[in-house]
């Protein structure tokens, strides 16, 4: 089963709200990382946060951490039309490798 | 800095034809993964190697799949015979090894069996 899994499936917001997606996970992780996928392209790292990190910011995104609860959120602000995409999280528990959720797609209205 | 080179982008065959998938990984970039995408089942992890060695391929789904690394700045994806089902997009990452680090994507490969 999917380590991430991401809340909600889809979200569509006017241009200049705020988007939040949340992102849970199963086991105890060294650090989540959340990525961009615009449509037909490869996945963007956008942001990582480590497991002893509670939030980080870049730009116009902050990412929360909770590992009591074993989530995490995405916060987009003041949207655009160019954030219109998929947004992944990535957990890693060891080593290189990344278990990826299944995605939230974002559409922002102009 | 190229990023991550991924050929051909598009590939469309004919089931029971072998194809391959090729990698050029960020130089530098000591570990690779090989990923499918589907609408069914999301991105998968097929393998990856560190320093050219395979650590899991317990992504691989079948033995028609096979990767290989002959260098630091190369990798393959085979499929042989192929089948209607492997009907992807396949994506060919790297990162650095050692590190708590990102992964950076190339464009994917888009697969169509016939």
């Known amino acids: 089963s999917q380590q991430g899994e991401e809340d909600p499936q889809a979200l569509s917001i006017q241009e200049g709200e705020n988007a939040t997606m949340n992102c849970s996970y199963k086991?105890?992780?060294?650090?989540l990382q959340w990525y961009r996928q615009n449509s037909g392209r490869g996945l963007v790292h956008l942001i990582l946060i480590r497991s002893n990190e509670r939030e980080k910011h870049s730009g116009r995104l902050r990412v929360t951490l909770d590992t009591s609860k074993k989530s995490s959120s995405l916060l987009i602000t003041a949207s655009r039309a160019a954030d219109t995409a998929s947004y992944f999280c990535?957990?890693?528990?060891?080593?290189?490798?990344?278990?990826f959720g299944e995605g939230t797609q974002l559409t922002v209205n102009p | 800095d190229a990023g991550v080179i991924q050929s051909p982008r598009h590939e469309v065959t004919e089931m029971g034809q072998e194809v391959t998938l090729r990698c050029k990984p960020i130089s530098g970039h000591n570990s690779l993964f090989w990923y499918r995408q589907t609408m069914m089942r999301g991105l998968e992890l097929l393998i990856y190697f560190n320093n050219n060695v395979p650590i899991d391929d317990s992504g691989m789904p079948e033995d028609r799949f096979s990767a290989k690394m002959p260098n630091a700045s190369f990798s393959t994806l085979k499929i042989q015979p192929s089948e209607p089902r492997d009907s992807a997009v396949y994506f060919c990452a790297s990162s650095l090894r050692g590190k708590v680090s990102e992964q950076y994507f190339g464009p994917g490969t888009r697969l169509t069996v016939t």
């Open positions: 086991t105890s992780i060294n650090n």
């Open positions: 990535a957990t890693s528990t060891s080593g290189s490798r990344l278990t």
